[in-house]
């Protein structure tokens, strides 16, 4: 992997690590469940993605994934109330979702997977931690929520494929996309963008 893709794919894992931290800390947990919070929102999305893919587990054979992940929720174990507080959660995972969903379809393209798929795999790689993070902590998901959240996951993904398409410098496609998605995702914090929503009307 690139160099710069690397520190991308430590930075979506600590990021999201950090955020199944300050989870934690809301719900007042011990450390173990730190730990384990932080591991499987950080790492959940990319394993997720490699396995359907039919490739080695990205965090397998590299210990530094597990110590990054330890590593957030030890910094959080100590000063999360003073993270969590300054609304630090929320930024952090539109971080970690951008750079995860070009990292995952720059990783299935690598591969050779057809780009619609590798779309997928980006999406796959930037949410399924926060699902799982969600899910265990019985906080609402983002899949039922109205507002722009796996959106910006897919065009974070979907533009790294376009772009790779014109045969543009990876590292360039990467900045791009990257901002694609925190954009669209700031967009969504700041200013509550959502998407239509069904109404049941028939025409």
């Known amino acids: 992997m690139p ?17 199944g931290a300050l989870v934690a800390a809301r719900k007042g947990q011990d450390f173990i469940t730190f730990a384990a919070f932080a591991i499987f929102t950080g790492v959940g999305g990319g394993t997720l993605r490699d396995l359907l893919m039919g490739v080695p587990v990205f965090w397998v054979h590299s210990s530094g994934y597990l110590i990054v992940c330890l590593a957030g929720a030890g910094a ?8 969590w507080n300054s ?9 970690g ?18 780009p619609g798929v590798a779309v997928v795999m980006g999406t796959i790689t930037a949410t399924f931690g926060g699902l799982l993070r969600d899910l265990f902590s019985g906080t609402p998901s983002a899949l039922l929520q109205r507002e722009i959240y796996i959106t910006a996951a897919i065009a974070a993904a979907a533009g790294f494929v ?31 963008w959502t998407l239509p929503g069904f109404d049941g009307r028939r025409t």
């Open 3 to 19: 160099e710069p893709l690397l520190l991308f794919d430590y930075l979506g894992v600590s990021v999201f690590a950090v955020t």
């Open 162 to 192: 376009a772009l790779r398409e014109l045969h543009l410098s990876t590292l360039l496609c990467s900045a791009i996309a990257f901002l694609i998605g925190f954009t669209l995702r700031a967009g969504a914090i700041l200013w509550h």
């Open 76 to 83: 959080v174990w100590l000063l999360g109330e003073r993270l």
């Open 87 to 95: 609304g630090a959660l929320i930024w952090l995972d539109a971080v």
């Open 97 to 114: 979702l951008s750079a995860y969903a070009m990292l995952g379809a720059w990783k299935a393209l690598n591969i050779g997977i057809p």
